[in-house]
């Protein structure tokens, strides 16, 4: 059951996106009293300063109750040498940002904020406007702006606009690294030390080359046909989920929350059973049930359903969607394994072609432009809630309805990114999908170290050094670019190759291409099976 669903969410889980936001701080202050709300602005239009010392402070003048498409509009009450100089506050609508830049600009104000009840959307203009405007603007949420009259009670306020640029490194790509490392690691680990405890149980067949279910419901994969057709059904899923994907996001939840459950029940049963704590048996009519499974199964199925009612949460949820995937992929690349070398090889190449093909190749085929991956790791309603196109960012002004998300990566905040936070919270992202498939080959060569009796575990170290790597070069190269990455791209060349490496520098290809359990060629080793055991 567990395997059914792990393939199933599997194919959906291979997702990334990057956003590229131009978010700013309007720090806010009467005396003792201090506040900072976001701002969006356009970076190329009208900069702001860096810092809150270098940014000018100007005093704020309510102007809500007009939009400011001409100089009549301005109230009567209000004289003009207090318009002279301030920040204004205006409405949105009836006008474009431009004009109303203008008007304030006539009338001598210093900048020019502008409120909205539903979305906060890079300002932009037509290319004569653009020299036109001498004066900061952006955009302000409208409850963030009644916020400030209950906050400072109606007194004069002063303003300043600053947009602090985000750090080139976050903290948060270390912890990714880290998280994303430590996994495949640790699954590779887990994989080769369950073959260890299955050798002995192993039948004629040997090890590699077939197909076949241990008691433990572990799936071995042998034939490349059956890869290529379960690549061609993540296919047919990821294109099902570009054009059903409000249906189809509750059925992944729904795996997704079964499946982590499971798979943090095996995490933990396997570390308590290390620990050696006992377990305590009875039995209700000729059912045997054990205490430490009844109370692990309450404590995961809990934190399951805490993740389901709070995943929009996403100030804490995280964390335990990060402590769900990890479970995940530990327990996906203990129970799923590839029997030889021949099929890490096709099923990673044919995953590659797959993460390559739905990033960059199918931009030319929808009718927005954006890729089938990118927008079913958004979802359809990203366009009005959190909406990237070139150098455009779209901010709900107003709490609503929050879009459904895929629950398949992880995340982990962007602890340096500010005026973003202040926004919304910001996360760096990586997918499963580039932690379990190269992490089914690092379980690969962790169990052709059982095999060969490598007392130094030459191939999973290797393995896992090259993955790490190949996660370093992918990160580095999404900076410079500061655009999103398949890490495939990366990943699946640096761990194939190295893999393949040391299997020929050893003088093992031949074993490790089939995944036999014949003895070896060097004859200094031992048997990959014990004497008198049949090859």
């Known amino acids: ?27 806010i202050s009467n005396g003792g ?39 009549s509009s301005v109230p009567p009450d209000v004289p003009a040498a207090l318009v002279n100089g301030s920040a204004l506050v205006v409405q949105s609508g009836e006008c474009n940002i431009s004009r109303k830049a203008l008007v304030a600009q006539s009338l001598g104000a210093k900048a020019l904020l502008v409120v909205n009840r539903k979305y906060l959307i890079t300002p932009s203009a037509n290319e004569s406007d653009y020299a036109k405007v001498r004066i900061p603007l952006a955009l302000m949420r409208y409850r963030d702006f009644q916020d400030t009259k209950e906050a400072f009670g109606g007194k004069k306020m002063r303003g300043q606009l600053y947009a602090p640029p985000p750090a080139p490194l976050d903290v948060s790509v270390a912890v990714m690294l880290l998280i994303a490392v430590s996994t495949v690691a640790l699954g590779g680990y887990w994989s080769g030390a369950c073959e260890r405890q299955r050798l002995p149980g192993v039948g004629a067949d040997g090890a590699g080359g077939r197909e076949d279910k241990a008691d433990s419901g572990d799936v071995f994969l042998y034939s490349p046909l059956k890869v290529v057709v379960f690549v061609g059904l993540m296919c047919l899923m990821l294109v099902l989920m570009y054009f059903f ?33 006992g377990t305590v048996r009875f039995s209700v009519r000729n059912w045997e ?15 399951a359903v805490i993740w389901v009612v709070y995943r929009n949460e996403d100030r804490w949820i995280w964390i335990l969607q990060d402590l769900l995937g990890i479970a995940f992929c530990l327990n996906f690349m203990k129970t799923i394994s590839l029997s030889n070398f021949k099929i890490c090889v096709i099923l990673l190449s044919l995953l590659l072609i797959y993460d390559v093909f739905f990033v960059f190749i199918t931009p030319f085929f929808t009718k927005n432009g954006v890729s089938i991956m990118v927008q079913v790791a958004l979802g359809p309603d990203a366009a009005t809630g959190e909406k990237t196109q070139g150098n455009m960012v779209g901010i709900p002004a107003e709490p609503g309805t929050p879009t459904e998300k895929l629950p398949v990566v992880m995340r982990v905040p962007r602890f340096m990114a500010v005026a973003q936070n202040l926004c ?11 932690i379990i498939i190269p992490g089914l080959l690092v379980a690969y060569c962790s169990r052709f170290d059982v095999w060969v009796n490598s007392s130094r575990k030459i191939y999973l170290v290797s393995c896992c050094i090259a993955y790490t790597l190949g996660l370093i070069g992918t990160f580095a190269v999404m900076l410079l670019t500061e655009t999103g990455q398949p890490a495939l791209l990366y990943l699946v060349p640096v ?17 490790f291409w089939t995944g036999s359990v014949h003895k070896v060629l060097d004859s200094t080793r031992e048997p990959l099976l014990p004497e008198g055991r049949p090859g």
């Open 1 to 27: 059951m567990a395997s059914t669903l792990g393939f199933l969410l599997l194919s959906t889980i291979l997702l990334a996106s990057q956003m590229n936001c131009q978010e700013a701080i309007l720090h």
């Open 33 to 71: 009293v201090h506040r900072e709300y976001c701002l969006v602005y356009n970076q190329s239009w009208t900069p702001l300063a860096e810092s809150l010392d270098k940014a000018a402070q100007y005093p704020l003048l309510n102007l809500t109750t007009t939009t400011l498409c001409d100089r």
């Open 245 to 277: 994907y409000n249906v189809l996001v509750y059925v992944i939840i729904a795996i997704f929350c079964l499946a982590s459950a499971t798979a943090l029940f095996s995490c933990f049963d396997a570390v308590l059973e290390i620990i050696g704590i």
């Open 289 to 303: 049930f054990s205490v430490r499974s009844l109370i692990l199964a309450a404590v995961c199925v809990s934190v």
């Open 424 to 434: 919304r919270m910001q996360f760096s992202i990586l997918g499963y999908g580039d």
């Open 495 to 511: 761990t194939l190759i190295t893999s393949a490496a040391v299997a020929a520098r050893r003088g093992e290809m031949k074993h």
